[in-house]
């Protein structure tokens, strides 16, 4: 019997499928390509940068919009890549990009809002949503392109819509927008006065040799957007939770109001570390390149052993399509039956869909891991494959 006392949003919400799918790995011994992480640590620079910054500076509380250092770290690091002209003031520093989100997500939506929320989708945008007051209304991707159906998203707004999440580019897919896309976002925002919410964590994690493009920086778009990044994705340090929003100061301004009562500050001595990273352009570079060269070792090792995998130019994942792989398994059988059965801990995607009927044919695969481990997971899924006949 559940607690009256509980909030019955989160007494029946499932343990999110990351969690879950780790668990199992640990469970079973299982390489675990699941949940989205690097084995190794960050680069050392950025180690010898915190232990530097926690013997030499302030363990105390930093300011609730993150330090000096690395708010105006985040404005140039946008400038130099990105060509956006920013400030210490558009900054607010926060504990990992999904607070970000949830901060953005407080201070815009109000009770009886509707948000756009395409699927597949990161599985906690729903949950902020609706803890809210909100709604989500899903707009659902088709592989394998996964191109953003903008007439549909048109056709979903009411007088009720409030704002629109995009994650670009998009996890679990590897997707990035185009311009023609972002175009139409940004003219459909504007048309309708919606706030949009870019989840741009995997901006630097691209492997098509592009820079990264934000809707930010369309027509009509600066005061209203909040787009949100992640030094954990950037780093490979996803246990430091150092993300941070960015937004015309006005609006940064409110929604760092939100952020001040959710974690309030972020360690310094891992901003200090951050700001420091942020102008090492050589540094990141060469982790991106890393994580190419796994990415490679194991698209390589799918298509030796005819894995059918969909398109994709970015994020740490790619994914693989079952019925076309030989498998007559759906992605939940299929992911909980490969981490027991073959060792090798996967993502469906089918856990982050909402909405209309989800592809259950496609699971996601994490590539920023060891050459031999990625290697060794593609052979012993292919064993499994044989043994299933």
Same mark, same amino acid.
């Given at each position: ?20 799918? #780790?668990?199992?790995?640990? @469970? ?11 084995? !190794? ?21 930093? $300011? ?15 400038? &130099?890549? @990105?060509?956006?002209?920013?400030? &210490? ?15 953005? =997500?407080?201070? +815009?939506?109000? $009770? !009886? ?24 209304? *899903? ?25 629109? =999440? ?5 996890? $679990? ?21 919606? =706030? ?38 950037? *780093? ?19 929604? !760092?109001?939100?952020? @001040? *009562?959710?974690?309030?500050? +972020? ?24 994580? #190419?060269? #796994?990415? +490679? ?66 699971? &996601? ?14 052979? &012993? ?9």
């Amino acid at each position: 019997m559940i607690d009256p006392h509980l909030h019955p949003l989160y007494a029946q919400m499932p343990t999110t499928i990351f969690e879950t799918m #780790s668990g199992l790995a640990r @469970q079973h011994g299982a390489i675990n390509l699941g949940q989205g992480f690097p084995d !190794g640590p960050p680069p050392a620079a950025l180690a010898q940068a915190v232990a530097r910054a926690m013997a030499e500076r302030s363990q105390q509380y930093p $300011p609730m919009a993150g330090v000096p250092e690395l708010r105006d770290a985040v404005a140039e690091f946008y400038a &130099r890549r @990105q060509g956006l002209a920013l400030s &210490r003031e558009h900054v607010i520093v926060t504990s990992g990009a999904t607070e970000a989100v949830a901060a953005a =997500i407080l201070a +815009t939506v109000q $009770p !009886g809002d509707d948000v756009l929320v395409m699927a597949p989708a990161y599985d906690a945008y729903a949950p902020l949503v609706r803890r809210a007051g909100g709604t989500p209304v *899903f707009v659902p991707l088709a592989p394998p392109e996964w191109a953003i159906p903008v007439e549909v998203l048109r056709a979903a707004i009411t007088s009720r819509t409030r704002a629109l =999440i995009l994650n670009d580019p998009l996890n $679990p897919t590897g997707t990035v927008t185009t311009a023609a896309e972002r175009a139409a976002l940004a003219a459909l925002c504007v048309e309708a006065n919606l =706030i949009a919410i870019c989840d741009e964590v995997w901006e630097v994690v691209r492997f098509d040799g592009k820079p990264h493009a934000s809707l930010l920086a369309e027509p009509g778009m600066a005061a209203r957007t909040i787009k949100i990044g992640s030094a954990g994705k950037i *780093f490979g340090a996803t246990g430091w939770k150092v993300g941070w929003l960015v937004a015309d100061p006005a609006v940064a301004a409110v929604v !760092g109001r939100a952020h @001040q *009562f959710l974690t309030f500050t +972020t360690p310094p001595m891992l901003q200090w570390a951050v700001a420091e990273g942020l102008a090492d352009d050589a540094l990141i570079d060469g982790q991106v390149a890393d994580w #190419s060269a #796994s990415r +490679t070792a194991l698209l390589g090792a799918l298509a030796s052993a005819g894995f059918a995998t969909l398109p994709g130019s970015a994020t740490w994942f790619s994914c693989i399509d079952l019925g076309q792989s030989g498998f007559a398994l759906d992605d939940q059988t299929f992911a909980t039956r490969a981490v027991a059965e073959a060792g090798v801990a996967t993502i469906p995607l089918s856990a982050l869909w909402e909405g209309p009927p989800a592809p259950r044919h496609i699971v &996601r695969l994490c590539h920023c891991k060891p050459v031999a481990m990625v290697e060794e997971a593609v052979e &012993r899924l292919a064993r499994w494959r044989e043994g299933l006949g």
